[in-house]
């Protein structure tokens, strides 16, 4: 057992944080002034994007073991609205980028994982339907129906991030083309062209009231009759469940990685406020409450930390599957604890910590969602729980069988 | 001891529970499609004011003891954007109100604290500084300067909530007429017209991604070398900070009033949506942990309505000063309990519940912003356990006196 | 609606008050030193019983509403061990003799309720069995057999609060007279007195390493075989679950009511303690972490205490059964916040919070006892969210038939 | 970056397994019938201790690094009663060995190391003090004066574990000799053989009505006037408080890992029983409140445990004192982690879970003490907060340095 981090891991973490000092916090200020202009990609961020990409910062996710990548998205997700995509590493693109090379045929990829990789175009993926419990995969309605050389996708999906944006030239899009199936083989996935007459960009969604147009924000999208080619379904008909659990497992360890450095943003923010701000006569930083506070911060994100990493040294190791209650286990307590860390640093800014001037509020905003998107954390414990209670039957078992 | 409400007031809960659903909820889905116009009165509210007026549900507030008005007030909570304006009885205003009608002159009262009673315009409560701890009066920067007859102002202001709308003509200022005085005798409190040169409607602030259009935003407000007469000061020299305690109990019951019904809306929505939902085979409500959230959320709220009910009825009985405690103990309590049950609504509706297609991740916002307006819960825990050490040593002492 | 007690109530409670501190609290001191002589009643009770029976402090539980009880009893409850005995209001002989009152012959009010009414014997309540969840009444595994004019009982119990004395002279017992009738048809219940062929006093149960000697302990109790008359079954064949719920009602609200001055006490404790411990320079009390504590007790506390109240005032005014949903949300409240509570007391006396110098440990070991006693939390919040659902349904179906 | 333990670990893990299978376990449930005979160490525990040490199962404490000791000490915690002084790793006499080891003469360890390490005596610590918050060393009362050749100690201690047993013949005494000094050298260490006239056994302290007589209890001890040599002191005048510094490191990340098994022995005692009970028609294990404890459990308990992994990882390759603030973590999260699971444990077993049939009330009572033990949570939230400020404060003039 070893806790360092091997040397590679280690230069790429430096050369990462030297290009936030040097590039993502002197864009986050700038930011500020400058208009998002709709959801469009900015300007500002091509130029990042250059510039992480000519350092050798790109696509971390499909070049790195887990374990060296996930301390560098920790990284990112000190500036979550900037930084991943700098670095070519931002979801939804990352998983679309995992599902084309995993299951994409070779001219899928050219199409549509080429121009990905290259941080040319973007993506989406649309999953979650408004009105059914998708948590629940077998209550999915969109329809995919064969006809002739052709698929036809009728539904109705929502918060479809990033669909916002004019560059997300690819959905990739999951329904049912047999209802009547066995539970899990009844869905597929297909590639949807943004621009395929009968998609319907319908309106963004918002999340606490922000729109995330840095993301591409969050599109509800109507496919009426929209007809692609049969040729753009991936890997098969009744695929759609297995490739949605294997996208949806890196998926989810991306997104701890990056709440971790939320969490650290949080309590740096909220070190730094406190050491300066006065009340009753001292500063905030030496008040019992805040020093609890900050104490628990410190606690929370360093166990949270460790299960993320060992999480992705198993992925590694096991495989995705083999590490599936690990998964599972940081999906349940990273965005919480994030979650937990951000309203402290929020309660320590008062009125600033709710505003738009610091970006506790809208970091929030991301854990929270966290608790409920990719599934809530509600049906992941009720899984855990089955497989923790098999595992100790069988233990049990096993003791009785050595005749205890 | 008796927990019946008077017929009085069942008989004014039943007209505005009718008014409620006649006119209230229907506005709220009227709403959706109606732009807010920026942060001027929607018409909307207009025709809803006239209604209420003309049903005699107005101004409850300054019209009705506390014990009557607080079951009110829980029910224009079920939608805090329309219902208390339309009644007349909402922040900042009927807080600027009761300043006016308890230290206002007649003058003061003859222009502002009139055509507000008739809901005719609009007012604004200066206090917080981005800059300062603004929990701690003491630290307040804003000048009140006299020169000759006139004083003049100068400060920054933010989260000045209401100001956004350009018929808020009157703004209350807090600010320090004596900064070298005794702590408490520092500040003091004037009226300025919004139209005065000098003051700067800076921008609006956010709360989590709200702006709070309809109640007229949150503004930054800067008053540059503002000049008022002297008689705009309210009460005198020196008072700024008894006016503030004075303002800010009632402020802070009608807020936990609201509170109580925002929860109750919250545990409705979340009732009605679990029974409809269907995941893994059963409908959400029937499933545990829903129902723990469900159990626990009616327990919760039925504690924190009684202590805001019996903190009522002592400001009744005994005077604001005599329910200091009961005041401090409803603004630690009730926020945070509904934030608690709104956080699990919005959990139980997935995707919808962070969306604008539900009120909960709105009312959420207002819910966790209460935890530290009008002074941070931690700054209300200190004081209230001292006194409450104090409350505790004199009966030991009182103990030891008798022999003991 | 009003909060002030009536006349009486003040009265009894200002003559409680004084027995407490001329009574009770020296028999605390002076108890430390005597032994508890095993399960016994010791003498010092017998002399405090005198005292307060000399007093017309006595048998509170059935002579005043529920209303006048409530605060009466929590007084008894900053002193567990001494108080409720003393005053004849002591669990669980006021559940046995209301059960007695409400559904015994005249014979069996003669025999055993006159002098439980009179403090001359003790009784014990055997419901909960070892094997099963006995939550679950359908669990239940004794049987109460009908042999010619003989009921015939066997089974297994523990938890028989009280039956380790050897003066509980008499144990009510639920069993199955028809274990294949309806669900709650099933169950009977029948006085078994002590001396009878076939009870076996197997141990005394521990709570927390606690044997509650002064209480008469807790027992495993073995049924082999016991005839009893058919007269001394209560009420009627098929009645136990009827009984069982029209004991526990009062008997939750007893616990509770007593809950809350246990929680006082501790709170009481924590304030003096702290202010007299000195660390790192500063009294605890001057601590920003023992404020929080402080000034969240005595806002639980308030809080439980009126739900407490209303539920009494509700038991009084509509019936017990009225009153289910407040029995219920008491005890899912009260136990835990007591808990709470102690569990800060307790920390903050360090070493001493966990010994037998302070009452702090014991009173925690009762509190969280009562989370499970009675029906465990998890089960008293399923059956108030049905019921929570259901009232909700009607109100929305009002609502659509109101043409909404 | 590797989670996997090394071989000689891994071969270790497995014998002890094996021996708590085949020894342990066992022992434990002849234990419940034979009584504990006082204080005295029982006879079953010298047949395990010979058994253990023949396996080579001994001294892991002193023998093997950190990394190789904590996933052994873990599995001990699953009977804390009775593994870990079997394998005579069990406190206080292996922090009692390493003071000895690292600060003791060659004389001190020949008399009482030796002996200690054979498993032929016991030791124990007198540090903490009932009269004073002893959490801060400065408040220590105890006095060691030199007089000639000798020293006197005169004082009052309580919670020094073991000392009622009568093995344990050596107490190590902390005692100021210089009360005017240095904050942190007034305090010295001295050897104290339990049958120096002077030292007086006052009493068994309890722990939530346990006396612990397996571990040899918890008892008061007076010193009166108690004279030793002058050779029996430790290291030197003043450096008592630098001792228990160094002792308590280790002494905590001991109780660290054992907490961790104490809690997985909960989690596997909560998962049998509630696959075992059926209520409301449905094993327990099926309900979803109770898999929301399974999942949650586990969650905790890996995130816990690769905390204090990574402690041991650091105290092996950085030292104690690099180690510190993750030390004072482990100390802050994981005896409260381990009171949660048990606390959800015991609600899962009803009245069995708090009684002596189930280990589940005494682990969480010893859970419980140790977040007061070896210094209360909140002293080392506040020293961790401190660090952590001084840290950040670091970090952003690092930044400002460079430029930023």
Not at 148 to 169: F, I, L, Q
Not at 204 to 217: A, K, L, N, S, T
């Amino acid at each position: 057992m070893d806790f360092d981090f091997d040397a590679t891991t280690e230069k790429l973490r430096s050369g990462l944080l030297d290009f936030m000092d040097s590039h993502v916090y002197p864009a986050e200020r700038r930011m500020e002034g400058e208009s998002s202009g709709g959801f469009a990609t900015p300007q500002l961020m091509e130029e990042l994007k250059a510039a992480a990409r000519e350092r050798g910062l790109w696509n971390f996710f499909c070049e790195l073991p887990n374990l060296s990548y996930a301390p560098l998205a920790e990284i990112t997700g000190w500036s979550p609205k900037l930084a991943p995509e700098a670095v070519n590493c931002s979801a939804p693109d990352t998983g679309n980028m995992e599902v084309l090379a995993q299951f994409g045929t070779l001219e899928q990829k050219e199409q549509w994982l080429r121009p990905l990789l290259d941080g040319e175009i973007r993506s989406a993926f649309c999953m979650t339907e408004p009105e059914v419990a998708s948590s629940d995969a077998t209550n999915i309605e969109t329809r995919i129906r064969k006809e002739g050389d052709e698929y036809v996708v009728d539904g109705r999906k929502w918060y479809a991030s990033g669909a916002m944006n004019p560059n997300a030239k690819i959905f990739i899009v999951m329904g049912k083309t047999d209802p009547d199936g066995p539970r899990h083989r009844q869905q597929s996935m297909i590639l949807v062209p943004r621009d395929t007459p009968g998609v319907e960009i319908v309106r963004p969604m918002q999340v606490f009231g922000y729109r995330d147009e840095w993301h591409g924000g969050h599109a509800e999208v109507r496919f009426h009759g929209v007809r692609v080619p049969a040729s753009n379904l991936i890997a098969g008909e009744g695929e759609g469940f297995a490739i949605s659990q294997a996208r949806l497992g890196p998926g989810r360890i991306h997104h701890c990685m990056r709440l971790i450095g939320m969490a650290e943003r949080g309590l740096a923010l909220m070190c730094e406020r406190t050491e300066s701000r006065v009340a009753f006569g001292r500063p905030l930083a030496e008040q019992g409450v805040i020093r609890e506070w900050i104490a628990e911060s410190r606690v929370r994100i360093e166990q949270a930390r460790l299960l993320v990493l060992k999480t992705a040294w198993l992925m590694d190791t096991v495989g995705n599957k083999g590490a599936h209650t690990e998964i599972q286990s940081i999906k349940i307590a990273v965005p919480s604890m994030t979650e937990w860390v951000l309203d402290k640093a929020i309660q320590a800014h008062g009125g600033g910590g709710v505003s738009q001037d610091f970006p506790l509020a809208e970091l929030w905003a991301g854990a929270r969602t966290l608790r409920l998107a990719d599934g809530p954390d509600e049906v992941h414990r009720r899984s855990l729980a089955k497989a923790e209670l098999k595992r100790q039957a069988a233990q049990r078992a096993g003791r009785v069988d050595a005749g205890e």
